[in-house]
């Protein structure tokens, strides 16, 4: 069996790459490490659909970056995953800050942006009024907007799925060789997928892929950014996503209504050396606090829930690195895609088909593809109507499991059903366990339905696949001893 | 969808809203009791061990066994409990009465309407997010309410040698109960200089087993990043830790117990106004909190040690429900206020000339402490209590003067903590 | 001899002092607030003892454990013998709340009981 294109990394650029390639006549196969697709860069990520006037439009990601914005929507009618365009308030704090968002304002405009206001306090308060009373001005850009970066990949991947594109999770490459027109990609459990072309789309690895491969040495380090989640029931939620004026590194510290109605504030930024450090630090807290207490009303650390911290795959130089390798054949590399990646994603999907045929994929659309991802119902956004009519047909409808997020057994199944069989998976899925009790009462039952659902015994099951095995064993395999 | 009323309803069927929906049955008033799970009994079903119902059973019954009497009471009495319902949305009619959105099994979306409401709702477990607990996220860090169920509910083991974070009653009893697993348990790692949990759980869950308790420290670190693989424990130099005394422990299992915290999510949705210094609602000595005929009892109102209190807690509550639905008038009360070596009182308004306990969560240390009330300033009653511990709630039994303006109570003598 | 000793009998935890010559079972106890404060003291000078509790298998995988107790204060030395045993056995409801699981564990003339009703 060879592949006519095989993408490396099931993150949002492998994810938006298989959608986008899942609409030809050709065979194609994701592959990634991790037991389920996301796991990476993509699902600790601050979800943010970025405005586009971070960057000037010269650049590829900034390119990418508008397009990927503008096609967000459309995306969402047909495939499903929560998101909002709650727009993008840009808060300066002194007159000094003001003249940054000015600029940030023509930078927009020049990126032909549509809608963008330049506001005064009083405007300013008017839009978001759980901004801090001392705010001296804004930038407002209603094209941003919120996401659950997880589900937006399990949604790319899905539809990929729909359309034929094979999913391997758990399946690591470690070397790649092209020999006699194909690329032999070697496995780690010493399995071998052969394919035409390659995508490297291995997020922070895609250095070591590239070089595993005989392509470009490049370096992906690390940067860190730490995220503290606050409670639904928190008062500092605004209703569009607060930036602070950025700096030379970094956007900010932001202020983040999720789809799901809690409130994210973060990121840090920190390079690490550990492309798997994503340990959260008590100080960086007090900072996060500080910052972001600064510009909404409301913030208070008797609220947070929980704290995560992803990594951010940085690359040499200031751009994207979307490009056919220059060193082997049939070799495209997507590295460095870092934010805005999440927003561009939609676009570079699209870029990179686009590069494939130029490298001379032939690609020949489907008569028969298919647009939309069949629905996976939330009971807690339908209506009473909605839910019964779900419950008569099956009463898993009517069984709340995580109370804290209202989600019912069905989704728990439905979860399983699509694939995500661990607790993370589930939970990405669902939200099951996302809420302020963290999964403290549910997370018991939630094994049990994964257990039934996917047939593996409960001591298997893990939070996140490889080692991370959330049970000993059954009750009676350890010797008591005392 | 199908629509029920009833005289009261009771939201949550653990030993609060159990013994209260007896009441209320045996009183004559139609009574529902909703809950969850599929089982009635709350969270005493999943806590095996014993020493509950010394004062209520006279008795020293087991978590189920304690289950399985307040369940039979409110069964016998006639109360109707519907398990396996959950209540998603609460609202206030026009005529005063309440609707409650519910989530059944066996009703599928259903409305409940009713004259009165009693929220014992119970409470839930802090978690290492809320404490902000740094480290890497793997697989095996746990409430310790979590790997209870998964033990005792399950059958599952969640690790094979663990460190327990706060040294509070679910802690300690979580030691014993997993050494008797056959887990190893490294260290018990309190943050206060004081243990959080009854004296004698420490006695029988740790110095029976030779667990070290670690006061006055901290858990700074957690490492593995796919399963635990061990944590820095760090001891408290004025309030900060001193990382030059920081040592590691391997283990792959980190349960906390860090606090309880009252549920009033649904209450709220009722305007109820909580109580910061308990995370319950402010109730008056009928249990009714701010809004009218919105009643709550139990672990939902203020934590308690003893499922005991709980229930006759809520009996008395209870019996408000009972008078009020009979006709009587909210009488005109007198606010009711702790000083600082007291972190709250239960309740803060209360009815002058009638005797009535009120309850207490003390703040300090003390081997001999006074407990004070203040009627407008003057010490009107006064007891000596031997032990004063944060983990031990005080009660107080006292008439207020017919005359009295504002009530205060105060623990003298002691350290402050 | 003097010891010190904290009775866990309820939830009140007397601070006990036990003073004996030789034989502890003979000893004076004090700060006890209650009869059981003593009896404590003794037995745990001579015999220390423990209500056990734990869950066993049950054959029924929707509720697949139940929780049982010892009927009394089990001796101490004799608890891990007991769970060892009592993990490996399997239970089938209909099971009453009280009902004998095990009869003379361990010989000890102490029954293991249900401390739950499972139809």
């Known amino acids: 069996m060879v592949y006519d294109t095989v993408i490396v990394g099931a993150g949002v650029t492998g994810a938006a790459t298989a959608w986008q390639l899942g609409r030809y006549n050709i065979k194609c196969a994701v592959l990634d490490k991790a037991a389920d697709c996301g796991f990476g860069v993509s699902?600790?990520?601050?979800?943010?659909?970025?405005?586009?006037?971070?960057?000037?439009?010269?650049?590829?990601?900034?390119?990418?970056?508008?397009?990927?914005?503008?096609?967000?929507?459309?995306?969402?009618?047909?495939?499903?995953?929560?998101?909002?365009?709650?727009?993008?308030?840009?808060?300066?704090?002194?007159?000094?800050?003001?003249?940054?968002?000015?600029?940030?304002?023509?930078?927009?405009?020049?990126?032909?942006?549509?809608?963008?206001?330049?506001?005064?306090?009083?405007?300013?308060?008017?839009?978001?009024?759980?901004?801090?009373?001392?705010?001296?001005?804004?930038?407002?850009?209603?094209?941003?907007?919120?996401?659950?970066?997880?589900?937006?990949?399990?949604?790319?991947?899905?539809?990929?799925?729909?359309?034929?594109?094979?999913?391997?999770?758990?399946?690591?490459?470690v070397s790649g060789r092209f020999a006699d027109g194909i690329w032999h990609l070697e496995c780690e459990d010493g399995s071998v997928v052969k394919s035409r072309y390659v995508v490297n789309a291995a997020g922070l690895f895609a250095d070591e892929l590239s070089k595993a491969c005989g392509a470009e040495e490049f370096t992906i380090r690390p940067r860190k950014g730490e995220e503290y989640l606050l409670d639904r029931t928190s008062d500092a939620r605004p209703s569009k996503v607060i930036f602070p004026v950025p700096t030379k590194t970094s956007k900010g510290v932001l202020v983040i209504p999720t789809p799901g109605g809690t409130t994210m504030i973060g990121p840090t930024a920190d390079m690490v050396d550990d492309k798997e450090d994503a340990a959260t630090t008590g100080e960086h807290f007090d900072k996060?606090?500080?910052?972001?207490?600064?510009?909404?009303?409301?913030?208070?650390?008797?609220?947070?829930?929980?704290?995560?911290?992803?990594?951010r795959p940085a690359i040499e130089g200031d751009d994207f690195y979307i490009a056919p390798s220059e060193k082997v054949p049939n070799f495209i590399q997507a590295a460095g895609?870092?934010?805005?990646?999440?927003?561009?994603?939609?676009?570079?999907?699209?870029?990179?088909?686009?590069?494939?045929?130029?490298?001379?994929?032939?690609?020949?659309?489907?008569?028969?593809?298919?647009?939309?991802?069949?629905?996976?119902?939330?009971?807690?956004?339908?209506?009473?109507?909605?839910?019964?009519?779900?419950?008569?047909?099956?009463?898993?409808?009517?069984?709340?499991?995580?109370?804290?997020?209202?989600?019912?057994?069905?989704?728990?199944?439905?979860?399983?059903?699509?694939?995500?069989?661990?607790?993370?998976?589930?939970?990405?899925?669902?939200?099951?366990?996302?809420?302020?009790?963290?999964?403290?009462?549910?997370?018991?039952?939630?094994?049990?339905?994964?257990?039934?659902?996917?047939?593996?015994?409960?001591?298997?099951?893990?939070?996140?696949g490889a080692n991370s095995r959330i049970m000993a064993g059954k009750l009676g395999t350890l010797e008591v001893k005392l | 969808m199908k629509n029920i009323s009833c005289d009261v309803l009771v939201v949550g069927a653990g030993a609060a809203g159990l013994c209260a929906g007896s009441v209320t049955s045996k009183h004559g008033l139609d009574t529902i009791i909703i809950d969850r799970e599929d089982q009635p009994g709350g969270i005493l079903k999943q806590c095996i061990h014993n020493g509950f119902g010394l004062r209520y059973f006279k008795e020293e019954l087991t978590g189920p066994e304690?289950?399985?009497?307040?369940?039979?009471?409110?069964?016998?009495?006639g109360a109707k409990i519907m398990t396996g319902t959950t209540a998603v949305e609460a609202k206030k009619n026009a005529d005063g009465s309440f609707t409650f959105k519910v989530f059944s099994q066996k009703e599928k979306v259903c409305y409940i309407s009713s004259k009165a409401v009693l929220f014992t709702t119970g409470c839930r477990e802090r978690t290492r997010g809320n404490i902000i607990t740094p480290g890497t996220r793997p697989a095996g860090v746990f409430t310790a309410g979590a790997a209870q169920k998964l033990l005792n509910i399950s059958g599952y083991l969640p690790g094979?040698?663990?460190?327990?974070?706060?040294?509070?009653?679910?802690?300690?009893?979580?030691?014993?109960?997993?050494?008797?697993?056959?887990?190893?348990?490294?260290?018990?790692?309190?943050?206060?200089?004081?243990?959080?949990?009854?004296?004698?759980?420490?006695?029988?869950?740790?110095?029976?087993?030779?667990?070290?308790?670690?006061?006055g420290?901290?858990?700074?670190?957690?490492?593995?990043?796919?399963?635990?693989?061990?944590?820095?424990?760090?001891?408290?130099?004025?309030?900060?830790?001193?990382?030059?005394?920081?040592?590691?422990?391997?283990?792959?299992?980190?349960?906390?117990?860090?606090?309880?915290?009252?549920?009033?999510?649904?209450?709220?949705?009722?305007?109820?106004?909580?109580?910061?210094?308990?995370?319950?609602?402010?109730?008056d000595d009928?249990?009714?909190?701010?809004?009218?005929?919105?009643?709550?009892?139990?672990?939902?109102?203020?934590?308690?040690?003893?499922?005991?209190?709980?229930?006759?807690?809520?009996?008395?509550?209870?019996?408000?429900?009972?008078?009020?639905?009979?006709?009587?008038?909210?009488?005109?009360?007198?606010?009711?206020?702790v000083e600082k070596t007291l972190k709250y009182v239960v309740p803060t308004q209360a009815t002058r000339g009638e005797k009535q306990s009120f309850y207490f969560r003390p703040l300090i240390v003390a081997n001999k402490a006074t407990l004070e009330a203040r009627a407008d300033g003057k010490i009107i009653k006064k007891r000596l209590i031997p032990f004063v511990r944060p983990a031990e709630m005080l009660e107080f039994e006292l008439e207020i003067p017919a005359e009295c303006k504002e009530m205060e109570f105060a623990l003298t003598g002691g350290e402050l903590l | 001899m003097k010891k010190e000793l904290i009775c866990i009998s309820c939830p009140q935890g007397c601070r006990l002092t036990?003073?004996?010559?030789?034989?502890?079972?003979?000893?004076?106890?004090?700060?006890?607030?209650?009869?059981?404060?003593?009896?404590?003291?003794?037995?745990?000078?001579?015999?220390?003892?423990?209500?056990?509790?734990?869950?066993?298998?049950?054959?029924?995988?929707?509720?697949?454990?139940?929780?049982?107790?010892?009927?009394?204060?089990?001796?101490?030395?004799?608890?891990?013998?007991?769970?060892?045993?009592?993990?490996?056995?399997?239970?089938?409801?209909?099971?009453?709340?009280?009902?004998?699981?095990?009869?003379?564990?361990?010989?000890?003339?102490?029954?293991?009981?249900?401390?739950?009703?499972?139809?």
């Open chain 2, 286 to 337: 009928d249990y009714e909190t701010t809004t009218p005929m919105v009643f709550a009892s139990g672990n939902g109102l203020h934590v308690h040690d003893l499922v005991d209190f709980v229930s006759e807690e809520s009996e008395r509550a209870a019996g408000s429900i009972c008078r009020r639905l009979s006709g009587a008038k909210n009488s005109d009360k007198v606010p009711v206020t």
């Open chain 2, 217 to 283: 420290h901290s858990v700074t670190n957690i490492y593995g990043k796919e399963r635990v693989e061990a944590v820095d424990i760090t001891p408290l130099a004025d309030g900060k830790p001193d990382f030059s005394k920081t040592f590691k422990v391997d283990c792959d299992t980190l349960l906390f117990s860090v606090g309880l915290v009252p549920e009033v999510e649904l209450a709220k949705q009722l305007e109820v106004k909580i109580n910061p210094a308990t995370g319950g609602a402010f109730v």
């Open chain 1, 288 to 311: 996060i606090l500080a910052m972001t207490q600064n510009m909404v009303k409301g913030v208070s650390r008797r609220d947070v829930i929980t704290a995560f911290a992803g990594l």
């Open chain 1, 337 to 464: 895609i870092q934010s805005p990646g999440l927003t561009a994603s939609p676009a570079i999907g699209v870029y990179i088909k686009d590069l494939l045929k130029k490298c001379g994929l032939e690609l020949v659309e489907k008569s028969d593809i298919i647009y939309e991802n069949p629905g996976h119902p939330e009971v807690r956004n339908l209506s009473d109507e909605q839910v019964q009519a779900l419950c008569e047909k099956d009463e898993s409808y009517s069984r709340i499991v995580c109370r804290c997020e209202q989600i019912t057994e069905a989704e728990i199944i439905d979860a399983v059903r699509c694939g995500h069989t661990t607790v993370d998976g589930v939970k990405f899925h669902t939200r099951a366990g996302m809420g302020r009790c963290q999964g403290g009462f549910c997370s018991a039952k939630i094994l049990e339905i994964i257990s039934r659902e996917s047939g593996i015994p409960m001591q298997e099951l893990t939070k996140r």
């Open chain 3, 18 to 119: 036990a003073e004996y010559a030789a034989d502890p079972a003979q000893a004076e106890v004090s700060g006890n607030r209650c009869p059981r404060g003593k009896t404590y003291a003794i037995t745990e000078l001579t015999d220390p003892r423990r209500v056990v509790t734990a869950v066993v298998p049950t054959t029924d995988s929707a509720r697949p454990v139940l929780p049982v107790r010892t009927s009394e204060p089990f001796p101490k030395g004799k608890i891990a013998e007991l769970l060892n045993e009592l993990y490996k056995i399997k239970v089938t409801p209909p099971i009453s709340l009280g009902e004998v699981i095990q009869k003379n564990a361990l010989d000890t003339g102490i029954d293991i009981i249900s401390a739950e009703n499972r139809n």
């Open chain 1, 43 to 173: 699902k600790a990520n601050s979800g943010i659909i970025h405005g586009g006037f971070h960057h000037s439009v010269t650049s590829l990601k900034a390119k990418l970056e508008v397009e990927g914005n503008l096609m967000i929507d459309s995306m969402q009618h047909a495939l499903h995953f929560p998101y909002v365009r709650t727009g993008i308030l840009v808060a300066a704090f002194s007159e000094e800050e003001m003249q940054t968002v000015e600029k940030l304002y023509h930078r927009g405009l020049g990126n032909g942006l549509k809608g963008l206001e330049l506001c005064s306090k009083e405007r300013t308060l008017e839009l978001e009024p759980k901004l801090q009373d001392n705010v001296v001005g804004s930038f407002y850009a209603p094209n941003g907007g919120t996401i659950e970066p997880y589900r937006y990949v399990f949604a790319l991947m899905e539809n990929a799925q729909l359309n034929g594109v094979e999913f391997k999770r758990n399946t690591k490459v």
């Open chain 2, 160 to 215: 094979k040698c663990a460190v327990i974070v706060g040294s509070g009653d679910i802690g300690l009893i979580m030691a014993r109960r997993l050494k008797w697993c056959g887990i190893d348990v490294k260290a018990v790692v309190e943050i206060m200089r004081h243990p959080s949990g009854l004296t004698r759980n420490i006695v029988q869950c740790l110095d029976d087993f030779g667990i070290p308790l670690y006061l």
């Open chain 2, 66 to 77: 304690y289950a399985c009497r307040v369940a039979k009471l409110a069964a016998d009495a």
